[in-house]
């Protein structure tokens, strides 16, 4: 179900009010109880973010960030206060260095942006308050109940966020049918990201989709046991990958069957 409000954003409905807003190569997505809406990430926030929120409901917002990457974070400027594991702090705060989004606004000189736009204000935004969250820790929307899953390994604080009544997993860039980065200096280990992918799995009665950032949307949980295997191998040195550059930095791609990782050997 397309949403015309915004040229910016890209929205679709999949499931009973939970919209996926389409960013420029990522998914913010929005979940509505009786009571209240909870906002997964904000994506780049260069379209009116808030704007496009209000037109889809009347509800407070939550908003939660899966963890501290700009394409996650930078809209956060659009509302007031905004929930984040501590561990992904100093990412975050990195996201808002206005050189840093001096650069990552070039990126998009071949959209076409909104007239309202204002790339200096996008620039110079200066992050909302937040708000620390941990395992376990739940959001009640009236009639819906949203659950915090650690799963440390792409960022120290990345979570994965469980909506328990559609029973879809959020799993930002923790688990996607792309590559997992897992190779930036402050990436945990692999051993670390294998014991999340391990926990997810313990819980795999509870959900029946699996809802990345980027990708394909929705995906089969049956992805987890992949990632648990080949990352076992991994591990064990019966896995290994072969050197790859990307412009986030170097490391080794290692393809399995729908998925991969890009890591450092020295960081397993």
């Keep these: 179900m397309e949403n015309s409000n915004s040229s910016w954003y890209k929205v679709k409905e999949i499931s009973k009010k939970v919209w996926l807003i389409g960013d420029v190569g990522v998914n913010a997505y929005l979940i509505e109880g009786n009571e209240k809406a ?51 702090l100093p990412i975050m705060k990195k996201s808002f260095n206005p050189e840093a989004r001096s650069r990552i606004i070039k990126r998009f000189s071949n959209n076409p942006l909104s007239p309202h736009f204002s790339e200096e204000t996008w620039i110079n935004a200066i992050p909302s308050k937040m708000i620390p969250l941990s395992e376990n820790q739940q959001f009640e929307l009236g009639g819906k109940t949203v659950i915090v899953i650690e799963i440390p390994g792409h960022t120290p ?21 792309g590559n997992i980065l897992l190779h930036f200096e402050y990436s945990l280990p692999l051993r670390t990201y294998l014991k999340g992918i391990n926990h997810l799995i313990s819980m795999n009665d509870k959900f029946d989709y699996i809802i990345p950032s980027h990708g394909n949307a929705p995906i089969d949980p049956a992805i987890l046991l992949e990632f648990k295997g080949r990352v076992e191998k991994v591990i064990t040195g019966e896995l290994r990958g072969t050197p790859h550059e990307t412009s986030l930095g170097n490391g080794l791609l290692c393809r399995f069957n729908s998925c991969g990782i890009l890591y450092r050997e020295e960081n397993i």
């Design 157 to 177: 604080g990345s979570i994965c966020l469980l909506d328990v009544r559609d029973r879809l997993l959020f799993t930002a860039d923790s688990v996607s049918e």
């Design 38 to 88: 909870l906002l997964v990430d904000t994506a780049w926030g260069i379209g009116n973010l808030s704007a496009l929120v209000a037109s889809l409901t009347s509800l407070p917002i939550i908003v939660v960030n899966t963890h501290g990457h700009p394409d996650h974070v930078s809209g956060n400027y659009h509302f007031e206060q905004a929930y984040l594991h501590n561990d992904d």
